[in-house]
């Protein structure tokens, strides 16, 4: 398989000329993220979602108590079911909207939950299904836990951000005291017999200084409550951990079956154009030499051993393909020789240390194989390497693999590059691979496979 780093080493690698990424990158500003939040739309969004979190949560809040407690209370008639099933999908509906609501100002993309699912069709089903569906008893949680959330961030977020304005542009309408209110400035203590008033140039440079950190301080306070909003949010209405690990599964399913197909192609085509094609010609050769056998016995004999080594270029070929469906070597005698005979037909010298007391099963011991033979084969192809190192070891329940060469870098697991087909193989049987490949070299390709023992 002729995987590719990036596209080789040098160009491709997701680098502009200038050394910095060809989308832009992140925006260099002159002032720090400190200064700039206060004025940042991202901060305002998150203000926004705080602010509209309150009336959003009492109107969701009394919808669910209301529609909940007055289904329960009816369940002793024929009424209690479809009310209680409405009460369940209408929480499903303000699901949705919070959903939405989030990912337009909180930049949080959360998947659809699961439909519901109906083995008919009608009425019963779909309360069947609302009733026994999780999604519908996570967006009532939701409803109830969110109310006491989002009084308390909203009074947070509000006072902070009103204190901090008014106290930072204090110097600005201090003047409103003396003029409308009958007083020096903004009291700041006051009994019976005591008064102390902001009025003079000090005191309200000091204020306007504690507003100026309060202002600063805003963006990050809501910012933190908005991380719990997301948490409620990705948690009870997004797709349950079941079900996102469903369509994991089928699409890593989808993954299998598709590198099954083209492995299957490969070995067709490779059959096709390579033993078939000599076996095909030297049974013609045969023939021929068979018709000149008594004619001319010393050309039959030519012929004859012409068609000898076709053979033995025959028997290779099929020897090769064998080796690359699944090496007899790695079946009789494991990795490490399975490994070493890999690497003494690497164009560099190869180090090879595999630290397994047992072996693992054999669809992941051949995983583990095709992938440190396709990236040595990189090597040989685009590393310009001098030298290589190969490690196999065990971590709990992880078969570790390593590959370093010295090579030039510039290594990619982008889409597109072979390095992403084989992160896509290894993820079909929750695997990972991790490149790191910086310009200049060296490149550590780690991949990790789960451990299963016979």
Same mark, same amino acid.
């Given at each position: 398989?002729?995987?590719?780093?990036?596209?080789?080493?040098?160009? $491709?690698?997701?680098?502009?000329?200038?050394?910095?990424?060809?989308? $832009?990158?992140?925006?260099?500003?002159?002032?720090?993220?400190?200064?700039?939040?206060?004025?940042?739309?991202?901060?305002?969004?998150?203000?926004?979602?705080?602010? %509209?979190?309150?009336?959003?949560?009492?109107?969701?809040?009394?919808?669910?108590?209301?529609?909940?407690?007055?289904?329960?209370?009816?369940?002793?008639? #024929? *009424?209690?079911?479809?009310?209680?099933?409405?009460?369940?999908?209408?929480?499903?509906?303000?699901?949705?909207?919070?959903?939405?609501?989030?990912?337009?100002?909180?930049?949080?993309?959360?998947?659809?939950?699961?439909?519901?699912?109906?083995?008919?069709?009608?009425?019963?089903?779909?309360?069947?299904?609302?009733?026994?569906?999780?999604?519908?008893?996570?967006?009532?949680?939701?409803?109830?836990?969110?109310?006491?959330?989002?009084?308390?961030?909203?009074?947070?977020?509000?006072?902070?951000?009103?204190?901090?304005?008014?106290? *930072?542009?204090?110097?600005?309408? #201090?003047?409103?005291?003396?003029?409308?209110?009958?007083?020096?400035? %903004?009291?700041?203590?006051?009994?019976?017999?005591?008064?102390?008033?902001?009025?003079?140039?000090?005191?309200?440079?000091? &204020?306007?200084?504690?507003? %100026?950190?309060?202002?600063?301080?805003?963006?990050?306070?809501?910012?933190?409550? &908005?991380?719990?909003?997301?948490?409620?949010?990705?948690?009870?209405?997004?797709?349950?951990?079941?079900?996102?690990?469903?369509?994991?599964?089928?699409?890593?399913? $989808?993954?299998?079956?598709?590198?099954?197909?083209?492995?299957?192609?490969?070995?067709?085509?490779?059959?096709?154009?390579?033993?078939?094609?000599?076996?095909?010609?030297?049974?013609?050769?045969?023939?021929?030499?068979?018709?000149?056998? &008594?004619?001319?016995?010393?050309?039959?004999?030519?012929?004859?051993?012409?068609?000898?080594?076709?053979?033995?270029?025959?028997?290779?070929?099929?020897?090769?393909?064998?080796?690359?469906?699944?090496?007899?070597?790695?079946?009789?005698?494991?990795?490490?020789?399975?490994?070493?005979?890999?690497?003494?037909?690497?164009?560099?010298?190869?180090?090879?240390?595999?630290?397994?007391?047992?072996?693992?099963?054999?669809?992941?011991?051949?995983?583990?194989?095709?992938?440190?033979?396709?990236?040595?084969?990189?090597?040989?192809?685009?590393?310009?390497? &001098?030298?290589?190192?190969?490690?196999?070891?065990?971590?709990?329940?992880?078969?570790?693999?390593?590959?370093?060469?010295?090579?030039?870098?510039?290594?990619?697991?982008? $889409?597109?590059?072979?390095?992403?087909?084989?992160?896509?193989? *290894?993820?079909?049987?929750?695997?990972?691979?991790?490149?790191?490949?910086?310009?200049?070299?060296?490149?550590?390709?780690?991949?990790?496979?789960?451990?299963?023992?016979?």
């Amino acid at each position: 398989m002729a995987t590719e780093y990036g596209q080789g080493y040098g160009h $491709g690698l997701g680098y502009a000329e200038s050394g910095l990424p060809e989308h $832009g990158g992140e925006r260099r500003h002159r002032l720090p993220a400190g200064l700039r939040a206060p004025f940042e739309a991202r901060s305002w969004r998150e203000f926004g979602y705080v602010l %509209l979190s309150l009336p959003i949560s009492i109107v969701l809040f009394v919808y669910a108590i209301t529609m909940v407690s007055l289904g329960a209370g009816l369940l002793v008639t #024929f *009424l209690g079911i479809p009310v209680l099933a409405a009460g369940l999908a209408g929480c499903r509906g303000f699901g949705a909207l919070e959903r939405a609501r989030a990912r337009a100002l909180l930049d949080l993309d959360v998947a659809d939950p699961e439909p519901l699912r109906m083995r008919r069709s009608g009425f019963m089903a779909w309360m069947g299904a609302v009733l026994k569906s999780g999604t519908s008893w996570r967006s009532v949680l939701y409803a109830l836990l969110h109310f006491p959330w989002a009084v308390f961030s909203f009074v947070v977020a509000l006072n902070v951000w009103a204190y901090g304005w008014a106290l *930072l542009t204090y110097p600005l309408w #201090f003047w409103v005291f003396p003029v409308w209110a009958g007083q020096d400035g %903004l009291q700041l203590y006051g009994d019976e017999t005591h008064h102390i008033y902001l009025d003079n140039p000090f005191e309200i440079t000091v &204020t306007a200084l504690v507003g %100026l950190l309060f202002t600063l301080a805003t963006p990050w306070i809501v910012r933190a409550l &908005t991380m719990v909003d997301r948490l409620l949010v990705h948690g009870l209405l997004g797709p349950s951990r079941l079900a996102t690990r469903v369509v994991e599964l089928e699409s890593d399913r $989808g993954v299998v079956v598709d590198t099954a197909a083209a492995d299957l192609r490969r070995i067709e085509r490779d059959l096709h154009d390579g033993a078939q094609a000599r076996l095909v010609a030297l049974a013609m050769d045969l023939g021929l030499a068979k018709e000149k056998l &008594t004619e001319d016995p010393h050309a039959a004999a030519r012929m004859v051993d012409e068609a000898h080594g076709e053979v033995k270029t025959a028997l290779q070929e099929l020897r090769d393909l064998a080796r690359g469906i699944h090496p007899a070597v790695l079946t009789d005698r494991g990795l490490d020789a399975a490994l070493s005979a890999v690497a003494s037909r690497c164009t560099v010298p190869v180090e090879v240390q595999v630290d397994l007391e047992e072996r693992p099963v054999p669809a992941i011991e051949g995983i583990a194989y095709f992938t440190v033979s396709e990236l040595l084969q990189n090597i040989s192809k685009h590393a310009r390497a &001098t030298w290589a190192a190969v490690d196999v070891w065990r971590v709990e329940n992880r078969l570790m693999l390593q590959v370093v060469d010295n090579g030039i870098g510039g290594a990619s697991a982008s $889409g597109g590059s072979g390095l992403a087909g084989l992160a896509e193989r *290894l993820d079909a049987v929750d695997g990972i691979l991790v490149v790191d490949s910086p310009v200049g070299g060296p490149t550590r390709v780690t991949a990790e496979l789960p451990w299963r023992t016979v």
